[in-house]
């Protein structure tokens, strides 16, 4: 049997995008010649897909609501891979308590950019940060990052991100406030980096953060009281949170998210 990728990834661009598919591509040793575009789901998912894997519940259902199949299909929900058991460890080293809050990615209305331009509003002491790319052809996201920059001058975008230590250093806070994610892979990398992720509960990444205390819902009062407790929580107390959530993702290594495809595609 031979694996392969069929895949409608554009390489727009998308900061998420380009870590998820690199991810899963060289934890699973699958070179590139054996990667192909399509355009044409359907005929994919009902005449070759043998099954099916999501990153989440929430895509399971969100699939299962959009694409009727004749022939129900096995499926599996295996996110993607952090990286080696051994490097799922948390760099103290950044932790920089500050007033700032950051974001690298795609500045969309999915991934909660008026969710935070309401906090930061609402919160007058906090800056934001914004990193990430348009995406090729995105006049839409151009426009809503231009409309947050132009409404405060606490809001900057920055462009593509360069200096990761830099960035975690200077941005105590991470946001993902989405209204929808799938594994948004900055949110992970923020928590091992010593930056503080708050996460909406309307995204599929905090499914992971099992008894996260900065869970919050997308409504000002929610994330601004969340906003309070990390600003009033002492720098050891928080890194003793971070340590104890890092223990519910440490199984996202490469080794056991590859051990779970083998082990589903041996059961086709």
């Given amino acids: 049997m031979k694996l392969c990728v069929i895949?409608?990834?554009?390489?727009?661009?998308?900061?998420?995008?380009?870590?998820?598919?690199?991810?899963?591509i060289n934890s699973l040793s699958i070179p590139h010649n054996d990667v192909y575009n399509f355009n044409s789901p359907n005929i994919i998912y009902e005449n070759y897909a043998d099954g099916f894997i999501f990153f989440n519940d929430n895509?399971?259902?969100?699939?299962?609501?959009?694409?009727?199949l004749t022939k129900p299909k096995p499926a599996l929900v295996i996110p993607p891979p952090l990286g080696d058991i051994n490097d799922i460890k948390i760099n103290f080293n950044n932790m920089t308590p500050n007033k700032n809050i950051g974001f690298n990615g795609s500045p969309?209305?999915?991934?909660?950019?008026f969710?935070?331009?309401?906090?930061?509003k609402f919160n007058p002491k906090?800056?934001?940060?914004?990193y990430g790319a348009h995406g090729r052809d995105e006049v839409l996201n151009e426009m809503i990052a231009n409309h947050l920059t132009s409404t405060s001058d606490r809001i900057r975008f920055k462009g593509r991100?360069?200096?990761?230590?830099?960035?975690?250093?200077?941005?105590y806070i991470y946001s993902n406030l989405s209204i929808y994610d799938t594994f948004d892979y900055y949110t992970f990398f923020s928590l091992l980096n010593g930056s503080i992720p708050i996460i909406?509960?309307?995204?599929?990444?905090?499914?992971?953060?099992?008894?996260?205390p900065f869970i919050v819902n997308n409504r000002v009062d929610s994330m601004s009281k969340v906003?309070?407790?990390?600003n009033t929580t002492s720098v050891d107390d928080m890194e003793d949170i971070l340590n104890t959530t890092l223990e519910g993702i440490k199984h996202l290594n490469n080794d056991n998210i590859s051990q779970q495809y083998i082990k589903f595609i041996n059961s086709l």
């Avoid at 969309?108 to 950019?113: L, R």
């Avoid at 969710?115 to 930061?120: D, G, Q, S, T, W």
């Fill in 7 to 24: 895949t409608n990834y554009q390489n727009k661009g998308y900061i998420n995008e380009i870590i998820t598919f690199n991810k899963i």
């Fill in 59 to 68: 895509d399971v259902n969100l699939f299962q609501s959009y694409y009727q």
């Fill in 108 to 113: 969309s209305y999915q991934s909660g950019m």
């Fill in 115 to 120: 969710n935070l331009l309401n906090l930061i």
């Fill in 126 to 130: 906090y800056n934001l940060n914004l």
């Fill in 161 to 171: 991100l360069k200096n990761d230590e830099k960035f975690f250093k200077e941005n």
């Fill in 200 to 212: 909406s509960d309307s995204s599929g990444t905090s499914s992971f953060f099992k008894s996260y």
């Fill in 227 to 230: 906003l309070e407790i990390i």
